[in-house]
């Protein structure tokens, strides 16, 4: 059973009060939360690695509780993403084994998100960003929520290490006006329409 060791975890939280055109009548609000953890596979290659993503299920619960509580609560969250980095020594596909704790911890807790988590993953050093994709949460097809939320850190991920990132959004882009799907059209049927 592989060993994670968090060292550190962090939140951003985005109010967007204005962004060209009149102010909307709420601020959108986008937040993100990192996690820095140990890499156990860092350094050597490793053929089984899907049995690990079971021992991070965990952190992708405790870190949605958190981003939940940093969004201000539950109600409206209507979009979420989620990313990871490895650091000096990992390879791209230790950072997929976030896939299934980070998307299922946000569907466990939000209720019926039936559309995919969108996803990115990328490798590199200390003070690498990388973009968190954010899309609706029972709609892949809804444009208006089509978004994403920089993250990083100036101290991580050092070698041997991971950085997994969760985000989540309340409303659409401001101003969005590039058709397709309504969120209020969603249907929810297919995580699609």
């Known amino acids: 059973m592989p060993d994670f060791p968090l060292r550190k975890t962090m939140i951003f939280i985005e109010d967007i009060h204005h962004d060209g055109g009149s102010a909307p009548k709420l601020p959108r609000r986008r937040a993100a939360i990192i996690a820095i953890v140990q890499n156990p596979f860092a350094g050597r ?24 509580e940093a969004m ?70 809804v444009r208006s929520h089509f978004d994403a939320m ?9 070698a041997g290490e991971l950085l997994f990132a969760l985000a989540m959004s309340r409303g659409p882009r401001i101003h969005n006006r590039m058709g397709g799907l309504a969120a209020e059209d969603v249907k929810g049927e297919d995580g699609l329409r």
């Open 45 to 68: 290659y490793v053929e089984e690695l899907r049995p690990a993503m079971d021992d991070l299920k965990p952190l992708g619960l405790m870190m949605t509780d958190r981003l939940i």
């Open 72 to 141: 201000g609560g539950i109600e409206g969250i209507d979009g979420y993403g989620k990313a990871a980095l490895a650091g000096e020594g990992g390879e791209l596909e230790h950072t997929a084994l976030w896939h299934v704790p980070g998307g299922y911890a946000m569907r466990e807790r939000l209720g019926e998100a039936k559309a995919i988590v969108p996803s990115a993953m990328k490798v590199g050093g200390p003070g690498t960003r990388i973009d968190v994709p954010l899309g609706h949460i029972n709609a892949a097809y």
């Open 150 to 158: 920089e993250v990083g850190v100036p101290d991580a991920p050092r």
